[in-house]
C-alpha cells in the first residue's frame, strides 16, 4: 500500500537542467565596520573582557589584599584607611596609570583615587584608600541607621590605563630639546589635550576643561617658540589635573575583590576590664570582704570613660557552683568565704542565662547597661562554654558532656592541669542542639544591651560550630561583634578570623624585646590584620609577664604606650592603675588573683602613680588622630639603641576628614630603669614630609615641641618621659 508523504515532509529534487553557469554566492556576512583612518597614533581602546581570566587592553594582576581561597574577604572597620597594591603594566615603553575605583556591592561607584608606581621595575602600583568614613556612632544612637547602611560586602577594582599625556610628554620634551620633529610631537600633544578635555571619564569640570582647551590652542600656535608650546602642556594645574582628572586611554579593570566593611568598634577600640564583685566591696565590721554588685559597679563604668575607653568588658556575671569551687590562688579547696571563679559557670540558681544573684537581678544589669550607653560605653560580655558540675545543663543534657569508661563526666584538663570546678563541653553528640541553645542565650543577652562578646577559649571548639553561631547571631543582631580569647596556631586564629571574630588577643604580652616588639608591630599592622585584629592588653587576668613585674611603674607605662599605638585595639585590666605587679610564685599570672577572690582597691591612690592619667591621655590621642585608627600605615623607623624603638603612623590627607594629612611618631624607651639615648633616622621624603625645612613636631603627652630632621636625637628617662607621642605640626 502506498503511503502517501505529507505535506510537511522534507523532500529531495534534482536540479533542472541549464546550460547557464552557476551562480557563484557572494559572502554574505558582514565584514566589522572598517576603522576610520586616524592622523597620528590611535588612542588605545576599551577592549571588553568577557571572563575573569581574560586580560584587557592593560595589564592587571596581582592585587592585594585578595580574598583568602577566593572566599573570605579582607575586613576593614568603616573609614579604615588600608593600602591596596596591583601589577599594572602595558606593553613597550608607553606608560601606564592605575586608579582604585571603590564601589558598592551594586557596583556604583563612590570613589576614585590614583596609584602611586612605588616600584617600577616590579610594575608596583600602590594607593591607600577607605569605604565609608569614619563613625564614633553606638548601634544605639539614633542616628546609627546611617552608619548600618553602609555596613556590608564592597568592591574594590583596579583600573589599569595607558597614561598617554605623560608618554607623549616625554617624548615631546626630547624632541623639543633636539629640535627633531618638533611640529608634529606638539600638533599630537594639542590634539591630545583637545581630547582630554572631552572625555567624559576623566570627569573634568567647565574651569578644568577651558584650562585644558586653553593650553591645547597654545600648543598648536605656531607663532610661539616650541619651548614655549610644550611648557603650556605642563602647568602646575595640569599636573594636578593628571593626578586627579587623568585622561585614561584603554582602560581596563581588574576583577572585584570583595571587602567585607564593619561596623565601628570592630577594630578599633578601648577595652576596660573589671570583677563586678570587686567594684564597691568592702571591709565589713567583722574583717569581712562584702562584695559589690551590678548596682556598686557603676563606679566602674564612670572610671572607665574617665579613662577615655569605650568598651568595658565584664568577665561571666553568671550563677558559680560549688561542687570542688577553686579557692584562692586556684587552691583546690575553698574557703567558707571564698566566692569562686567566674568561670565556674552554672548552680543550683542557674546557668548562662541568669545573673548572679550575689550581683544583682536581670533588671539590674539592664540599668548598667543603660548607665554604660549613657556614658558612650559598650557592654562586653564574656562567654565561657564550660559547665560546672552543677550547672543546669549536666542534668537537662548529660549527652553534651564527655564521659569516661567508669561513667564519670571528665573534667576539663590540659595534662598536667586539670580543672575540676569545670566540666567541658563535647560538641560530637549533638552540636546542632549546642548550637541553638548557645544562640538562645546570646540573644537573651543582646536584648538586655550586650553589643559584644568575649569569647573564652574558642580555638578548643569546633570552628564549624562558631560559624553557625555568628552566622545565625549576627543575622539577627548584625551590629555584634566577637573578641577571641584564643593563644593558639595561627591556623586557627585565622580560621576564628573567617568565621566572624572581628578582634582576638594575641601575644604582644610577651614580646618586650626590641627586634621582636618590631616585628610583632609590623606583622600586626600588615596583610595579616585585613583578617586577625590583634588586640594589645599589657595584661590581664591569667597574664603578668616578668617585664610588668620587674619594670615598675615606668614598665606600666611603656606597655600602656606601645599597646595604645601599637594596634588599634587595645584592652587594661584594672588595677594596671594601681601597678598591681606580684606574680604568684612560679606562674605568669598575679597572686592574690582576682579570679579566685574579690579585691578591695582604693582607687584614690591613683593619683601616686600617674598610670590613670597616662591612659586617659593615649586614648584622647588616639581619638583625636585618624592615623591611630588603621591595622595598615604603621612604619618601623630606624633607632640606632636596643632599648630604643621608634615607629610611625601616617594617614593620608584625603583620607582623615580634615584635608590634611596626619602622621603621629612613637617613640619609647624600653627599660624601665636606665635613661638611653639614640639617633633616629626619619626618612621625610618617604612619608610626604618637608625636606628642604625642619619638620615641626609636638609631643602630646607633654605639650612641648621639636625640629625634625633627617636624623634626630633622642633621650628618654624612665624616671622623667618613658616615651615621645609626637605629631607633625603644619605650619
Partial sequence: ???EKSASAHTSKAAPATDKKPVRKRRTTKAKAAVPQVVGEAPAPIIERTTPEQFGRV????????????????????????????????????????TVSVRSARGREVSRTPMICSNPGLDRWTAMVSIGEHSDLKPWDADYASVKRQLGDW??????????????????????????????ALESGAQLLARWAGAKDSKLSAADKKILQAAAKTIADKSLSPADRLAAAETADIQRLHETNPLRDGLSESNPQRFRVERPKSSFAAWYQFFPRSEGAYYGEDGKIVQGNLKTSLAGLERAAAEGFNIVYLPPIFPIGVTNRKGRNNSLIAGPNDPGSPFGIGSELGGHDTVDPLLGTMDDFKAFCERAHELGLEIALDFALQCSPDHPWVKQHPNWFRTKPDGTIAFAENPPKKYQDIYPIDFNADMEGIEKEVERIMNLWI??????????????KPV?????????VTKKHP??????????????????????????????????GKGELEEYLEETNGDGGFYQHNTFWPTTPDILTAYVRDNGIAGHAVRAVLAAMGSPSWGIYNGFELIENKQRPGFEEQIDNEKYEIKVRDWAETDKYGIAELLGSLNKIRGEHPACRSYHNLH??????????????????????TGKADTVIVVVNLDGHNAHQAIVHLERGEFGLPTDKPVKVRDELTGREFEWGWDNFVSLAPWADVAHVLTVVED
Fill in 1 to 3: 500500500m502506498a503511503v
Fill in 59 to 98: 595589564n592587571v594582576m596581582d592585587i592585594t589584599p585578595a580574598a583568602d581561597n577566593g572566599l573570605f574577604p579582607a575586613r576593614v572597620e568603616l573609614g579604615e584607611a588600608f593600602t591596596v597594591t596591583a601589577q599594572v603594566f602595558i606593553e613597550g615603553r608607553t606608560k601606564a596609570g592605575a
Fill in 155 to 184: 568592591n574594590v577594582v583596579i583600573e589599569g590605563w595607558e597614561d598617554t599625556y605623560q608618554s607623549w610628554l616625554h617624548d615631546a620634551a626630547i624632541k623639543v630639546e633636539v629640535g627633531d620633529d618638533v611640529e608634529n
Fill in 447 to 460: 536584648e538586655a544591651g550586650v553589643t559584644i562578646f568575649r569569647v573564652d577559649n574558642p580555638h578548643t
Fill in 464 to 472: 564549624r560550630f562558631w560559624q553557625d553561631v555568628i552566622a545565625a
Fill in 479 to 512: 551590629e555584634v561583634l566577637f573578641l577571641a580569647e584564643a593563644f593558639t596556631r595561627p591556623g586557627m586564629m585565622r580560621a576564628l578570623s573567617y568565621v566572624g571574630f572581628t578582634q582576638s588577643h594575641c601575644y604582644f604580652p610577651w614580646r618586650n
Fill in 636 to 657: 618601623v623607623l630606624p633607632s640606632d639603641d636596643a632599648n630604643i624603638i621608634a615607629f610611625l603612623r601616617q594617614t593620608p590627607a584625603e583620607l582623615t576628614g
